[in-house]
């Protein structure tokens, strides 16, 4: 058997069991797409207070926190149990991840939400320069 497929079987696996349904697990089949875990015991220790206070911080009213993350870098986002999970391609994954991280440090949801859009404004640039450069 192909080692990457053992691999992504894995993650698949992992992503269930961090709280993804199944159908958005299964994105990782996608080659591109990664699975990226944040464990909140890494900063937090064993203080379930403090982690769940951070969690609430990373899911915000309603969830409107974790909806912006992930309707602005187009990742999923599970928040479950001591972990953020994250699924998206390399670079995405990496905006949400700096995000989440931003909101463990303690900034504002402003400023994160403003890093947020920032950096969708520069994914967009960089889609549409794609499509407009001359074929060489």
């Not at 993804?20 to 697990?25: G, I, K, Q, T, Y």
Request: charged share 30%; proline share 3%.
């Amino acid at each position: 058997a192909d080692p990457s497929v053992l691999f992504t079987v894995k993650n698949i696996v992992l992503a269930i069991g961090r709280g993804f349904s199944p159908s958005r697990a299964f994105k990782l089949l996608d080659g591109d797409m990664i699975l990226k875990t944040i464990d909140l015991r890494d900063y937090f220790g064993k203080s379930n207070s403090e982690v769940q206070r951070i969690k609430g911080r990373i899911i915000g009213r309603d969830g409107k926190t974790r909806g912006l993350i992930e309707n602005l870098t187009k990742t999923d986002v599970s928040v479950y149990g001591h972990t953020v999970c994250i699924i998206g391609d390399a670079e995405k994954s990496a905006i949400a991840s700096e995000a989440v991280e931003m909101l463990i440090r303690g900034a504002q949801h402003g400023t994160v939400y403003k890093y947020l859009h920032r950096k969708r404004r520069e994914l967009k640039k960089g889609e549409l320069e794609i499509w407009e450069r001359p074929p060489v």
